[in-house]
């Protein structure tokens, strides 16, 4: 069975940093492109970012482009997403997504950036 | 403001056949496919439709999606009350490098 579990998020300052992380098990991580999606409270989806299978591509949303960096480690089977900078709108959950066409996604990390 | 637009609601009764829509641009659906996204109160995302028009293993058969040119849509058969979530069209885009998705459509079961 596919599981995506996320962790790390919390309540944080404006300005402040936090590292997400995703644990994958139940299918060949290394085989698969992976995303941050995010979900505002009461708002819809925004993808936040992807990494190819190697790490070599990735991408970002402008909204997070140098603030965030996607990351991952195919021997841990894990993905991670450093947040630097952070701004009240990035305020959401966070959800760790597999593949190319966001096939599984995990139940989420809250993320609220308040002072 | 979401790149891709869907109609903030829909309704229908148990029984009826409901569409929802979702328009985007040559950037997007345009040139590539589309997938659907079913969303329950309370719960992460879940794919309903892929590659525009396929539905993943455990999709019952009365989802069912298509798209043409740069627009695409969703239809839901024999309508059910579990049916009532909200639904996320979303495609990749060339001129973004990156997903882009609909602001989500409100399905109720009247």
């Known amino acids: 069975e596919v599981q995506l579990v996320e962790s790390g998020g919390g309540l944080v300052q404006p300005g402040g940093s936090l590292r997400l992380s995703c644990a994958a098990s139940?299918?060949?991580?290394?085989?698969?492109?992976m995303n941050w999606v995010r979900q505002a409270p009461g708002k819809g989806l925004e993808w936040v970012s992807y990494?190819?299978?190697?790490?070599?591509?990735?991408y970002y949303a402008d909204s997070v482009k140098g603030r965030f960096t996607i990351s991952r480690d195919n021997a841990k089977n894990s993905l991670y997403l450093q947040m630097n900078s952070l701004r009240v709108e990035d305020t959401a959950v966070y959800h760790c997504?597999?593949?190319?066409?966001?096939?599984?996604w995990g139940q989420g990390t809250l993320v609220t950036v308040s002072s | 403001q979401s790149v891709l637009t869907q109609s903030p609601s829909a309704s229908g009764t148990p029984g009826q056949r409901v569409t929802i829509s979702c328009s985007g641009s040559?950037?997007?659906?345009?040139?590539?496919?589309v997938s659907w996204y079913q969303q329950l109160p309370g719960t992460a995302p879940k794919l309903l439709i892929y590659?525009?028009?396929q539905r993943p293993s455990g999709v019952p058969d009365r989802f069912s999606g298509s798209k043409f040119g740069t627009s695409a849509s969703l239809a839901v058969s024999e309508l059910q009350s579990e049916d009532e979530a909200d639904y996320y069209c979303?495609?990749?885009?060339?001129?973004?490098?990156?997903?882009?998705f609909g602001g989500g459509t409100k399905l109720t079961v009247l």
């Open positions: 040559n950037s997007n659906i345009g040139s590539t496919t």
């Open positions: 990494i190819s299978t190697s790490d070599r591509t990735v």
């Open positions: 997504v597999r593949g190319g066409i966001l096939d599984y």
């Open positions: 139940g299918f060949t991580f290394s085989g698969y492109e």
């Open positions: 979303a495609a990749w885009d060339d001129s973004l490098t990156g997903w882009v």
């Open positions: 590659n525009s028009n």
